[in-house]
């Protein structure tokens, strides 16, 4: 089955700076790979996703990249604002086709600091 | 409405106990799942149902046992837990043939 890495599992940055998270995944198959932020007591909310035919994709402040030759991927968020402090995970799912469920990665705790 | 809603939101319950956790979506997805998810860790997959057909069994204990009655609708039927299985239990929905999945609040669930 798919297994997915996420670094770093902290990361403490200050307000207005880029943060950055990164994740591999194992199954070459797999095809699609968003981002969930969840805040605590709250549900994962779908933040940014992409598909294996396209390198990178951006969304005001938040950006994914991809690169499937070396089953990696990584979030990128410029100008960090405190309502940016969450947990974020990176997933990813495709390799059977259809309806599949995620392999979550074990998420990054974002700290953005004042 | 473009929300998936569960309930209840907390549930606790003795291991002898048989309750269900429900779920519901009516933006016409095709696709329904339940995860798991304990504190400080990633949600894992338990189920799949695709067009109302269970597709995808992680290997999840037959304590816990899905339904999926039509396609707005799914069931999470909870039977003799034990205390480790309390945690976050979210639904989710995705479209059938693209892959965006849209999380419910969770359930809540403790086993005592």
């Known amino acids: 089955g798919e297994n997915v890495e996420q670094h770093p599992s902290t990361l403490s940055v200050q307000e207005g700076d880029s943060a950055v998270i990164k994740c591999t995944y194992s199954?070459?198959?797999?095809?699609?790979f968003p981002w969930y932020k969840q805040e605590l007591g709250k549900r994962p909310q779908l933040i940014i996703d992409?598909?294996?035919?396209?390198g990178e994709k951006k969304d005001q402040r938040i950006a994914v990249t991809l690169n499937k030759t070396a089953k990696h991927f990584s979030l990128h968020i410029t100008e960090t604002q405190p309502e940016d402090s969450a947990v974020y995970f990176c997933?990813?799912?495709?390799?059977?086709?259809?309806?599949?469920?995620?392999?979550f990665g074990k998420g990054t705790h974002l700290i953005i600091q004042p | 409405d473009t929300e998936v809603t569960q309930t209840p939101k907390h549930l606790v319950m003795g291991m002898t106990n048989k309750k269900s956790l429900k779920c519901e979506q009516h933006m016409g997805h095709r696709a329904m799942y339940w995860y798991k998810q304990k504190a400080k860790k990633p949600p894992e997959l338990m189920f799949v149902?695709?067009?109302?057909?269970?597709?995808i069994n992680e290997s999840v204990p037959s304590r816990f046992s899905p339904e999926c009655p039509n396609s707005s609708l799914l069931n999470l039927h909870l039977h003799a837990l034990q205390p480790e299985d309390s945690a976050l239990y979210l639904c989710a929905s995705s479209q059938g043939e693209s892959y965006e999945q849209y999380f419910g609040p969770g359930t809540r669930l403790t086993v005592t």
């Open positions: 149902y695709s067009y109302e057909k269970l597709s």
């Open positions: 997933a990813a799912s495709g390799s059977g086709g259809g309806a599949d469920g995620l392999t």
């Open positions: 992409i598909r294996s035919n396209v």
């Open positions: 199954d070459s198959a797999s095809n699609y």
